[in-house]
């Protein structure tokens, strides 16, 4: 299938003006960075992600209101997939000190009531786990049966038959089950999922991202140096930060602008970004291959004319490939979920700002240096 046959558009003549269009659009995109910065995820800022599945709808809005007042500071809470889904997320990793006795006295209240009268006694106690001893193995066994009925992480120190020590979970997840069940009685839930990321893992992380970008372009600027001249791959690369830049400088202007797209940077969306790149640098690389091919062709013909005539019958190809992604990632955006909209949001405005590059950025810095240099550019 083939469009825009014998197009013939002056590309390059209108250069200045896609200057101007990607110079907004870069300036734009800093400016946001700058003043308003990112919203990094738990992979990146560290603290506890926990994914709640209800049996019946909930509203968000009820919910956030029951847990924001429970001791664990600033709570986020975001609908995760469907109406009973529920994701939360805190900057904390453990039990606040303060509640951790709360706790304590909630666990004994569930021994009272599933064994009244049971001697027991705490043997050891951290920041995430709390363990029992009881009289005899048989009590232990019934009290891991109880305490997990009761919604507790629950399990038995040692497999040996005289074990008498119970080890029960303490966690934020646990804390908050605590509260919805008896807030919430009548919509029963299970904790699907919980992550916890600490600081430090988290800035290691944020500099791995950033370390696996600037290799993907360092790595492309040496291959198409080679490939190409060093100049095609110095616009290939500069092409591929505008992209870049623009992208996440939309993830920085619409958060907490447009409900929906209060979108955060996780390693999924590196991931998201190391794919457009992937994606705008093989669209920048047909364009240049086919100017390669003109070029040798061509030998007479001005560079303006030979890079008009690639960018023309590339232009085909070019727009049924990006279209056909397009449709397949906003399919993804629109029924994807929570989960993969941030991944989907930046390979959909990725791609359209991408396939913009490889047609009027790349190629135009190309004919620019050679205009400016007044170098001839031979293979």
């Given at each position: ?16 003006i ?79 000190r ?21 001697p027991?006694?705490i ?48 966690s934020?997840a646990?804390?908050i089950?605590?509260?919805?069940r ?31 970008v ?65 994606y ?7 364009v ?31 727009i ?19 989960v ?40």
């Open positions: 299938m083939q469009i825009f046959h014998n197009l013939n558009i002056d590309w390059l003549g209108k250069r200045k896609f200057y101007v269009v990607s110079i907004s659009l870069f300036l734009i995109g800093l400016i946001s960075v700058i003043v308003r910065g990112f919203h990094y995820g738990i992979d990146f800022k560290g603290g506890t992600e926990i994914v709640m599945q209800f049996q019946k709808p909930v509203n968000i809005s009820q919910v956030r209101k029951y847990v924001e007042n429970i001791g664990l500071g600033t709570v986020e809470l975001k609908t995760f997939g469907s109406e009973t889904g529920v994701l939360l997320r805190t900057e904390l990793q453990n039990i606040p303060n509640i951790f006795p709360k706790i304590l006295t909630n666990m004994d209240q569930v021994i009272q009531t599933v064994a009244p009268g049971v027991y006694k043997t050891d106690s951290t920041a995430s786990s709390v363990t029992y001893s009881f009289a005899n193995p048989d009590t232990a066994n019934e009290m891991v049966e109880k305490l997990s009925e009761a919604g507790y992480q629950t399990g038995k120190v040692s497999e040996e038959p005289s074990n008498t020590q119970v080890v029960v979970n303490v934020i646990e804390w089950k605590d509260n919805l008896q807030k919430m009685p009548d919509n029963s839930f299970k904790i699907l999922k919980e992550d916890h990321v600490g600081p430090k893992v988290g800035n290691e992380l944020k500099t791995q991202a950033l370390l696996a600037f290799i993907s372009l360092l790595g492309i600027l040496i291959y198409l140096a080679f490939r190409f001249k060093f100049i095609f791959s110095a616009g290939a690369v500069l092409a591929l930060f505008h992209d870049t830049l623009i992208t996440l400088g939309l993830y920085a202007a619409l958060y907490g602008v447009i409900p929906g797209l209060n979108l955060e940077i996780d390693l999924t969306v590196v991931g998201a970004f190391l794919t457009l790149i992937g705008s640098v093989n669209d920048t690389v047909i240049f291959d086919r100017i390669r091919e003109n070029m040798k062709i061509h030998k007479n013909m001005p560079l303006k004319e030979e890079i008009n005539m690639s960018i023309n019958r590339t232009m085909s190809r070019t049924l490939t990006a279209g056909t992604v397009l449709l397949a990632v906003f399919v993804l955006l629109i029924f994807g979920g929570e993969l909209r941030a991944f989907s949001f930046t390979l959909f405005f990725g791609t359209i700002i991408g396939t913009y590059s490889s047609i009027f950025v790349a190629s135009a810095l190309v004919y620019e240096y050679a205009e400016r240099t007044k170098k001839k550019i031979e293979f």
